[in-house]
Every structure is written in structure tokens, then in C-alpha cells.
């Protein structure tokens, strides 16, 4: 793991914390030290500070993010508008943490974050949490390698996307959203199983990250002339179905 925070001693706090925790951690002071370092040792996971001297982490993310490292980040951030939030997500980060945090909170995201690998079951698996309405002659074909639904198609290995044959520029947290609703093509999937698949947890219903994310993924998938693919169910979350 990658810290770079410039605050001394929230800095030696955090690495001794988790180090307790199991994780092996390099901590670094600035911007310019956590590019060289993640150039290096290709850390599992980064937690960058925002606000840092000379190159701050939001630079950080969006020069990685533009090489092509899909390493997961968790931004730190004393800011705490919703623009602020969004600008990080726009960035490239995976998630973030308003300052100042409880530790657990930090354990909690980065469990979530480094879990995000694990396979998710076909049918979504939700326990309740999913509402069937599927056309059964339209079902999502998939494999340990594709998916493929509503005219599009995933390379879960290569973490590559296409709609039709225009290739998608996916983030981490937007490719593993779209493989969740495309996995589960034509079945609603509800807030708190959207959640709980893609951050590990719910936020809470004053959360706009899974709003903003849909976003993000309708700007991308959306063609004109084409049918929109992500629908809201209101009150209830969204599906992935060609209209």
C-alpha cells in the first residue's frame, strides 16, 4: 500500500495504524514522491491526501489514471462539498474519506476496495435484494472471461468494454458497476445491493455516489439514435435492458 499524506502527524498515525492492521505500508510526503513510488513497487492500493504541496493528489490520480493503472485509490480530503467529492471521482478515484475520520472507517473502504476482485455470482446472488424482470430470451451470456448483454460485451480479464464496437474508456469503480447491471441484465438491482457489490457497504440514503456514477456510465454508454441502457426504477435502483 501507498500513503501519501504531507500532515506529519496524521502521516505517522495512519501508517502506524495500519501497519497494526496487516497492512505493509510505504508513506511518502508529497505528490511527486507517491508518482515515483507508484511507478516502482506498483502498490495494491493508494491513499492519497487532496490537498498536497507542489503536486496535489488529484493530479496524482489523474496522471495514473491517464497511464492506464487501474490500482484502486482512496482519496483523503478536508473538503467537503459535493463538487469537491466529484472532482476526486472525476479524477479517477475509486473512493474517498472527509477528514477528520475514525481509522475503522479507512479499514472499512479499503476492505471494500481491495475486494472489488472478487467474482461476482450470475444472477446477481442479491439475497432478496433484486427484483426479476428479465426477458428470458434475452439473457446475459457469460463466461469466466465475458459478458455480454443489451449489445454489449466485457473482457473481465483485459477489464476492456465495448458498446457495439466503440470501446469504452471505463474506471475502475465505473467498469465493475457496469459489469454488476450487465451480469444482471434485465433485473432491477436495488440501492443496497448496488452498494454492498461495488463499496462493500451502503452510504446511506443521503449518498450520491451511485448517482454520480450512473452518471458517469450513461455519458459513456449513451449513443444518439440508440436506446439508453441504465434505467432508474424510482424508489427502487436501477437495470441494465435495451429498450
Not at 511518502?28 to 507508484?38: I, P, Y
Not at 444482471?184 to 445491493?193: C, F, P, Q
Request: charged share 30%.
Amino acid at each position: 500500500m501507498l500513503l501519501a499524506e504531507d500532515d506529519r502527524a496524521i502521516r505517522h498515525a495512519l501508517e502506524r495504524a495500519l501497519s497494526l492492521e496487516g497492512y505493509e505500508v510505504t508513506a511518502v510526503a508529497d505528490g511527486v514522491e507517491a508518482l515515483a513510488h507508484a511507478h516502482r513497487t506498483h502498490p495494491d492500493v493508494l491513499v492519497l491526501d487532496v490537498m498536497m504541496p507542489g503536486i496535489d493528489g488529484l493530479q496524482v490520480c489523474r496522471v495514473l489514471r491517464a497511464e492506464g493503472d487501474r490500482t484502486p485509490i482512496l482519496m483523503l480530503t478536508a473538503l467537503v462539498e459535493t463538487a469537491d467529492r466529484i472532482a476526486g471521482l472525476d479524477a479517477g478515484a475509486d473512493d474517498y474519506v472527509v477528514k477528520p475520520f475514525d481509522v475503522e472507517e479507512v479499514f472499512a473502504r479499503l476492505r471494500a476496495l481491495l475486494r472489488r476482485t472478487s467474482p461476482v455470482p450470475a444472477g446477481g446472488g442479491t439475497g432478496g435484494g433484486a427484483t426479476v424482470g428479465a426477458d428470458p430470451g434475452r439473457e446475459p451470456q457469460i463466461s469466466d472471461r465475458q459478458v455480454e448483454a443489451a449489445g454489449l460485451r466485457m473482457d473481465l480479464q483485459a477489464r476492456r468494454a465495448w458498446r457495439g464496437r466503440r470501446e469504452l474508456e471505463l474506471t475502475r469503480t465505473e467498469f465493475e458497476l457496469l459489469e454488476l447491471l450487465a451480469r444482471n441484465a434485465g433485473i432491477v438491482l436495488d440501492h443496497s445491493t448496488i452498494y454492498d457489490r461495488i463499496w462493500g457497504y451502503d452510504f446511506g440514503p443521503g449518498s450520491k455516489n451511485l448517482a454520480v456514477y450512473v452518471g458517469y456510465l450513461r455519458r459513456k454508454l449513451d449513443e444518439p439514435g440508440a436506446p439508453q441502457l441504465i434505467h432508474t426504477v424510482r424508489g427502487v435502483g436501477y437495470v441494465l435492458r435495451e429498450d
